[in-house]
Nanobody
C-alpha cells in the first residue's frame, strides 16, 4: 500500500514559480514509480512527469520540458514538482500518483487528494 499527500498549491502570478510536494508512505513505495498529473478546468486529466524512486530516472510530458522538474528526497520520503515560468494555462488541480509499473506506465494505482494551482494573468 502507498499513501500520498500533496501540498504546495496556491495562487501565483504568471511568470512566477511554485514547488509542489508529495509526502509518500507505505511498505513498498521504494519500488514504485511516482508521477504528477493535472486536470485543468473543463479539460481531461493529463500526465505531467514521473520519476523512479529507486534510481531517480525521470520522464516528462513534452509540454513541461524546460519549465518543470520532478525530484525525490530519500530522507524526507517526498516527491517534488518544481514549476517555473508559470502560465495561466498551467491552472489545474495537480495530483501525485504511484504505480508498480514502468516509468512509462499509463496505469497508476495510488492517488493523492490533489492540490489546486491557480495562475493569474
Amino acid at each position: 500500500q502507498v499513501q500520498l499527500v500533496e501540498s504546495g498549491g496556491g495562487l501565483v502570478q504568471a511568470g512566477g514559480s511554485l514547488r509542489l510536494s508529495c509526502a509518500v508512505s507505505g511498505r513498498t513505495f521504494s519500488t514504485y514509480v511516482m508521477g504528477w498529473f493535472r486536470r485543468p478546468p473543463g479539460k481531461e486529466q493529463e500526465f505531467v512527469a514521473a520519476i523512479r524512486w529507486s534510481t531517480g530516472s525521470t520522464y516528462y510530458a513534452d509540454f513541461v520540458k524546460g519549465r518543470n522538474t520532478i525530484s525525490r528526497d530519500y530522507a524526507k520520503n517526498a516527491v517534488y514538482l518544481q514549476m517555473n515560468s508559470l502560465k495561466p494555462e498551467d491552472t489545474a488541480i495537480y495530483y501525485c500518483a504511484a504505480t508498480s509499473g514502468s516509468l512509462y506506465s499509463l496505469r497508476y494505482e495510488y492517488w493523492g487528494q490533489g492540490t489546486q494551482v491557480t495562475v493569474s494573468s
